[in-house]
RNA sequence: GCGAGAGUGGCGGAACAGGCAGACGCACCGGAUUUAGGAUCCGGCGGUUUACACCGUGGGGGUUCAAAUCCCCCCUCUCGCACCA
C-alpha cells in the first residue's frame, strides 16, 4: 500500500526506530568478507548539529551504505570528542558542570542524527571523557615516558591570559589564541612534551605511502609542517669565552657560502645574547635593544615589512676555516626557537644578510660565481642566492655548490668545528594543560622520590567530577584536596598528584583504533580485531585538521606500533584521505555571530533527512566549499516527491523485483529497450561516481534515469515483458538512490512488494549488450568545425563511416569546391573531413 | 615570496584518457491542467543574428585534423606556510 502524498516525517521516524532497534548496522568482527573501514573525523560535543557536521556525516553513511551493498563488512562508527574548553567555557557561563553540560549535548547531537538516519554502529559509540577511555591513554603516557617520548622541560610557552592556558605554537594564529583570539603573551613554566620529532624522518618519509590516497595539498601542508633542511651546523669559536659558553653554534643550508661570511647575527632572546656585551657602553646599547626587540616579540616579527635592525655587540667570534675575525650582532630577524638562534651572515648570497650588511657597512664578500659574470660586490644590488662555482673560498675553490658545500661540512666534522646537520622546523608538542576538563596526566610528585610515574594497575587517575568551576575559569584541579593529595606509588608516603590535563589532541590520535573493540575493558585494543580493521580506508573531515591531528594521529600510530600495541606493519592510520568543502551561505562560513546558520534541524523538520542529506550531496562535489541555497534544496525535496509520486501513481503497472528477472526477450519494442539501456547506464554511472565519491554526478544519473521512468510510463504498454521492463528500472532507480535517501527507499522498497530490506540488497550490476544501441550519432566536423550529426547502424565499419559522412549534404555544403586531404574516423564519435 | 588548488551560462555545477561544451538541478520563459493561486505534467533556455553563419570555457600565444582538457607566458581568487638561516 502506497499512501498518495510523501509525508517524509512518518516514514523517516518508522525506519529510524526500526534500525536503532536492530542494531542494523553493527559490524561484526568475525565476519569473514572483506572489511571497510569508513570513518569521519568525530564531532566535539558542541550543542548542535550545524551543516557542516550533517555534509561531513552523509559522505561517509553514503559511502558506507554502498560499500554493505557491495558485499562488504563495514564498519562504520562514532563517538565524541568530549574533552575540551568549550564545555569549561560553558559551566562558567551557565553555573553548570562541565560534564553535565557535555553529556546533555551529546544526547542531543546523537539525536540529531538518529533524526538524519545515518547507518553507524551505535553499540561501539565512544566519548572520550569518559574513564574507560581515557584510561588507556593514560598508559599510553606511562609507556612514552618509559621510552623517553615524554618528557619534562621548562621553555618560554605560549600563555593565553584569557584561557589561562598554555598553547602549542601550532594554537597560536597570527598571534592570537586559536579559540578565544586573545593576544597570546609568553610564560615559563614546565610543560610535558610528546617527543614527535623522534618520528620527523618517518613521518616525512611515509607521507610517498599516502601518494594517491591522500589529497596533494594535505600531504604538501604535512610536508611543509614537518620542514625538513639539511645542511650543516658550524661552530664559530668565541674570541673570549662568555662564561661557559665558548663558541656560537649555527646550522645554515648553504655551507658552499661558510666563506662569504662577514659577520653573525644572533636573536635578541639567544642565551648569550646581554652577556656579549663588550664594554659597558656596549651593554645598555644592547640591553635596550632586546628590550624593544622582546616588546615586538612575534606578532610585530611576522609582518614582512618590519625593517631589520640590528647591534653590533662589541665582540667577535673567529672563523671556523679561516681564523679571521667575525662581528657579532643581534638582529631582530632572528628567531630565538627556530635552529640555534643564530645565523651566519653572508650578504652576497642571502638577502636578509645583504639587507642587513647595506644598512650597517657592512662587507660584503662574493664567494660563489654564477655562471658567466663576475660582479663587483660593490655595486651588487641584491644577494645571488642561486647555486655557482665556489670562489674566494681556499682550497674549495672550482668546486660547485653542491659537492662544494658537502665537502666544507666534511671538512667541519673532520676537525672537530660542526658538520653536516639537519634541521627541522616540527617540535615536539606540547601535550600539558592547566585546565580542568581534561584526561590526568598520571604522574605524581614525592618529597622524597621526586617525579614518580602512576603505577599501571592504579589506571585510571579519575578526573573527580564534585568540583566547581570558579568563575575565573581557572582550572578547580590544584584546589581539589582529595585529588591532589595522594600516595605516592614508589614509597607509599604523601605525595602530590599532577593537575595538568593533556591536550584533547591527544584523544583524537587513538581514538580510530579503539572503536575496533570499543568495549574492551582489560586493554585498549584487540589485536586480532586491530589486524582486521585498520588502516581506516577512508577517513572523512575538514581540511582544518590537516596539519595537527592528521599530524599527531599518524604518529601515535608509528609510537604505538614501536610500543607493541599496533601490528608492526602498521604505519599509516588512514588510507585514503576525503577532505570536504565548507558549508556557506551567503558567500561566508555559517557562523552565529554573521547570523547566516541554517539550522539542520529546521530543515529535518520542514522537508526530511533524506532531503536535507540529498541536497548536501547534490550541491557540490565534497571537496569543494559550497553555497547553502534555499531555492536548492526545494529542488532536491521536489525531486523525492517525484519519485515517490511514480510509485504511488504506477503501483499497478510495478512488480516486486523477484517477478521481474527476465531475458532480452523483454525489451519487446524499442522503448522498452531504450529504458532498459538506461537502466543500465545509470548503474554504471552511479557505480563509478560512488567510487570516486562524486555524489553530485551520482545524483544526477538517478534523476536521469527518473525522468526516463516518467516519458517511458506514456510509451510503454502492459505486457507483461513492458512492465518487467519498467518495474526494473524502478526497482534500480531506488536501489541506486538508497545510499542517498535511505528512509523513502526503503519505504518505497517495501510498499512496492520487495522481500528483505534494500540496505541488505546487492548493489546491481550493468551488462554491456543491454546498454549498445542499434544506431549510434555520429559528429561530423569539417575543419575541426561541427557541421552536422549523422544517424548510423551500431556496426558500421570507418570506410562505410567515411563513406557516409563525405556524401552527407551538411557535410558537402561545406566542401564543395575544396579538395578533401584527410579523413579522421573516431568510431561511434565522430568524423572529420580535412579539406582546403 | 614559496607550496597547493581553482577560474566554464543569470546561479550551483557536468564533460573519467584531447573527440558534438553546458549533463543534472536552480532561476527564468512558454504550453497543458486548474474557478484562482499553488502543486503537477510537457517544452524552451550561452551570446550575436530574420536566416545562413559567426563568437564562446579568466587573458595572450603554441601543439594538434580536433583543446575547457596538453605546453609556454600573464591576470584573478581560495587555502596553507612564511625574516626557516
Not at 33 to 61: Q, T, W
Not at 452 to 475: A, F
Not at 525 to 546: K, N
Amino acid at each position: 500500500m502506497i499512501q498518495k502524498r510523501y509525508h517524509p516525517q512518518d516514514i523517516e521516524k518508522k525506519w529510524q526506530a526500526r534500525w536503532l532497534a536492530r542494531n542494523a548496522f553493527a559490524a561484526d568482527n568475525s565476519d569473514a568478507r572483506p572489511k571497510c573501514y569508513l570513518l569521519e573525523m568525530f564531532p566535539y560535543p558542541s550543542g548542535d548539529l550545524h551543516m557542516g557536521h550533517v555534509r561531513n556525516y552523509a559522505i561517509g553513511d553514503v559511502a558506507a551504505r554502498v560499500k554493505r551493498m557491495q558485499g562488504f563488512n563495514v564498519l562504520h562508527p562514532i563517538g565524541w570528542d568530549a574533552f575540551g574548553l568549550p564545555a569549561e567555557n560553558a559551566a562558567v557561563k551557565n553555573r553548570t558542570h562541565p560534564a553535565a553540560w557535555t553529556y546533555a549535548n551529546i544526547a542531543n547531537m546523537r539525536a540529531q542524527m538518529l533524526r538524519l538516519g545515518y547507518s553507524y554502529d551505535w553499540p561501539r559509540e565512544i566519548a572520550t571523557c569518559r574513564p574507560e577511555y581515557y584510561r588507556f591513554e593514560q598508559a599510553f603516557f606511562l609507556r612514552f615516558l618509559q621510552k623517553g617520548l615524554a618528557y619534562r622541560k621548562t621553555a618560554p610557552q605560549n600563555w593565553c591570559p584569557s584561557c589561562h592556558t598554555v598553547l602549542a605554537n601550532e594554537q597560536v594564529l597570527d598571534g592570537l589564541c586559536w579559540r578565544c583570539e586573545s593576544r597570546v603573551t609568553q610564560k615559563n613554566l614546565t610543560q610535558w612534551f610528546l617527543k614527535i620529532t623522534a618520528y620527523g624522518d618517518e613521518l616525512l618519509n611515509d607521507l610517498a605511502l599516502l601518494e594517491g590516497g591522500w589529497p596533494e595539498r594535505v600531504i604538501a601542508m604535512q610536508r611543509n609542517w614537518i620542514g625538513k633542511s639539511a645542511g650543516a651546523s658550524v661552530k664559530f669559536p668565541l674570541e673570549k669565552p662568555v662564561g661557559d659558553a665558548r663558541d656560537i653554534e649555527i646550522f645554515t643550508t648553504r655551507p658552499d657560502t661558510l666563506f662569504g661570511v662577514t659577520f653573525m647575527t644572533l636573536a635578541p632572546g639567544h642565551p648569550l645574547a646581554e652577556r656579549l656585551a663588550g664594554g659597558r657602553e656596549k651593554a645598555a646599547e644592547v640591553r635596550a635593544f632586546v628590550e624593544r626587540a622582546r616588546g615586538m616579540d612575534r606578532l610585530a616579527r611576522q609582518d614582512d615589512t618590519l625593517e631589520k635592525e640590528g647591534v653590533f655587540t662589541g665582540t667577535c667570534a673567529l672563523h671556523p676555516l679561516t681564523g679571521e675575525r667575525v662581528p657579532l650582532w643581534l638582529g631582530n630577524f632572528v628567531l630565538a626557537d627556530y635552529g640555534t638562534g643564530a645565523v651566519m651572515g653572508v650578504p652576497a648570497h642571502d638577502q636578509r644578510d645583504f639587507d642587513f650588511a647595506r644598512k650597517y657597512g657592512l662587507p660584503v664578500r662574493l664567494v660563489i660565481r654564477p655562471d658567466g659574470e663576475f660582479p663587483d660586490p660593490e655595486r651588487l644590488e641584491a644577494a645571488w642566492t642561486g647555486q655557482g662555482r665556489m670562489v674566494n673560498s681556499g682550497r674549495f675553490d672550482g668546486m660547485e655548490s653542491g659537492p662544494g658545500g658537502k665537502a666544507v661540512a666534511e671538512l667541519l666534522k673532520k676537525e672537530g668545528k660542526g658538520g653536516p646537520a639537519v634541521q627541522f622546523r616540527l617540535r615536539d608538542w606540547n601535550i600539558s594543560r592547566q585546565r580542568y576538563w581534561g584526561a590526568p596526566i598520571p604522574v605524581v610528585y614525592c618529597d622524597r622520590c621526586g617525579l614518580v610515574p602512576e603505577k599501571e594497575e592504579n589506571l585510571p587517575v579519575v578526573l573527580p567530577l564534585d568540583v566547581t568551576m570558579g568563575d575565573d575559569g581557572r582550572s578547580p584541579l590544584p584546589g581539589t584536596e582529595a585529588f591532589v593529595n595522594c600516595r605516592c606509588p614508589a614509597c607509599g608516603g604523601e605525595a602530590r598528584r599532577e593537575t595538568d590535563t593533556m591536550d584533547t589532541f591527544v584523544e583524537s590520535s587513538w581514538y580510530f583504533a579503539r572503536y575496533t573493540d570499543a568495549r574492551k575493558t582489560d586493554a585498549p585494543f584487540d589485536e586480532q580485531a586491530l589486524r582486521r580493521w585498520l588502516p581506516v580506508d577512508l577517513y572523512i573531515g575538514g581540511v582544518e585538521h590537516a596539519i595537527l591531528h592528521l599530524l599527531y594521529a599518524r604518529f601515535f600510530t608509528k609510537a604505538l606500533r614501536d610500543l607493541g600495541f599496533f601490528p608492526p606493519e602498521l604505519s599509516e592510520p588512514f588510507a585514503r584521505l576525503l577532505t570536504q568543502g565548507m558549508v556557506l551561505n551567503k558567500g561566508r562560513k555559517m557562523s552565529k555571530s554573521k547570523g547566516n546558520v541554517v539550522d539542520p534541524t529546521e530543515m529535518t523538520d520542514k522537508y526530511g533527512a533524506d532531503t536535507v542529506r540529498m541536497f548536501c550531496l547534490f550541491a557540490a562535489p565534497p571537496e569543494r566549499d559550497f553555497e547553502w541555497s534555499d531555492a536548492g534544496i526545494e529542488g532536491s525535496s521536489r525531486f523525492l516527491h517525484r519519485v515517490w509520486r511514480l510509485f504511488a501513481e504506477e503501483k499497478e503497472r510495478i512488480l516486486p523485483l523477484g517477478a521481474c528477472e527476465s531475458g532480452d526477450g523483454d525489451a519487446a519494442n524499442d522503448d522498452a529497450r531504450d529504458l532498459r539501456r538506461r537502466e543500465h547506464l545509470a548503474v554504471r554511472k552511479v557505480g563509478e561516481d560512488m567510487d570516486r565519491f562524486q555524489f553530485n554526478t551520482a545524483i544526477a544519473a538517478v534523476m536521469e534515469l527518473v525522468n526516463a521512468l516518467y516519458l517511458a510510463r506514456e510509451k510503454l504498454g502492459d505486457s507483461p515483458g513492458e512492465r518487467r521492463v519498467f518495474s526494473s528500472a524502478a526497482a534500480t532507480a531506488l536501489t541506486l538512490l538508497s545510499p542517498v535517501a535511505p528512509h523513502i527507499c526503503e519505504e518505497l522498497w517495501e510498499a512496492s512488494g520487495h522481500e528483505g530490506r534494500l540496505a541488505e540488497a546487492a548493489w546491481p550490476s550493468w551488462e554491456a549488450a543491454a546498454t549498445a544501441r542499434d544506431t549510434l550519432t555520429v559528429a561530423l566536423q569539417v575543419n575541426g568545425r561541427l557541421r552536422g550529426t549523422l544517424e548510423v547502424g551500431a556496426g558500421a565499419d570507418k570506410a562505410a563511416l567515411e563513406a557516409a559522412a563525405l556524401s552527407a549534404p551538411a557535410v558537402r555544403r561545406h566542401t564543395d569546391g575544396l579538395t578533401v586531404r584527410k579523413v579522421i574516423v573516431v568510431s561511434g564519435k565522430l568524423v572529420n573531413i580535412v579539406a582546403g
